[in-house]
């Protein structure tokens, strides 16, 4: 079964920083893949998603991600965090099987 | 707007009660998932269901049951209830697998005493 990685548990940073989030998964074959994003006191939500093309993909609020297969990698960026984007982000990876794993998630802290 | 609810926010039980949580889409979402969401582990799939009546185990189905009566709720059941079950259950729906994505509920806090 695959697995999903998340490289930062929790992540500081000051406004205006720029973000990058990892996220690997194992496994060779089709994948689909999201993010999730839960703001503190609310329900997880998507941010963006990847099923094929344009291996850039752009999400809600600023944010995308890119998938590098031969990495097997779907890092979140965002140029300019600000402290609106403190939340925990959850990678998840759908393999062609239909099982959805999610990562450990990253808390996401944005000092003002 | 798809609309996931749970039953409860928060809930407190004693070990060995019978626990249910309940589950309601209203977008005819052929599938709906439980999951529990505990720090450092991120999301585990208890259950699935992609049809009425039918159910699949996810990762960690021990200690859990499920049912699925009508295509809207998807009910989740603690047998007898156990302290290492007290945890955040986020209840899920999607139109589909593999490239959908997941609807979620806000979540019942169980706290097991």
């Known amino acids: 079964a695959q697995s999903v990685s998340q490289h930062n548990h929790h992540v500081i940073l000051s406004e205006a920083a720029s973000l990058e989030l990892g996220c690997n998964y194992s496994?060779?074959?089709?994948?689909?893949l999201f993010w999730y994003v839960q703001y503190p006191g609310q329900h997880l939500q998507l941010l963006l998603k990847y099923f094929s093309g344009d291996p850039l993909v752009k999400g809600i609020k600023g944010f995308e991600a890119e998938f590098i297969k031969s990495k097997f990698s779907f890092n979140l960026r965002k140029p300019s965090v600000q402290w609106s984007d403190t939340a925990e982000y959850f990678c998840?990876?759908?393999?062609?099987?239909?099982?959805?794993?999610f990562g450990a998630g990253t808390r996401l802290t944005v000092k003002p | 707007d798809v609309k996931v609810t749970q039953s409860s926010r928060y809930l407190v039980k004693r070990t060995g009660e019978k626990v249910f949580l309940e589950c309601v889409q209203d977008m005819d979402h052929e599938n709906m998932f439980w999951y529990r969401q505990d720090p450092g582990l991120g999301l585990r799939l208890i259950y699935f269901?992609?049809?009425?009546?039918?159910?699949e185990k996810g990762d960690i189905p021990e200690g859990y049951s499920v049912s699925r009566e009508k295509k809207e709720r998807f009910s989740l059941i603690l047998e007898s209830a156990s302290t290492n079950q007290t945890s955040m259950y986020l209840c899920?729906?999607?139109?589909?697998?593999?490239?959908?994505?997941?609807?979620f509920g806000p979540g019942t806090r169980l706290t097991v005493l």
């Open positions: 998840a990876v759908n393999a062609a099987n239909n099982d959805m794993r």
């Open positions: 899920a729906s999607s139109p589909g697998l593999a490239r959908f994505e997941q609807f």
């Open positions: 496994y060779g074959g089709t994948v689909n």
């Open positions: 269901s992609y049809d009425v009546k039918m159910k």
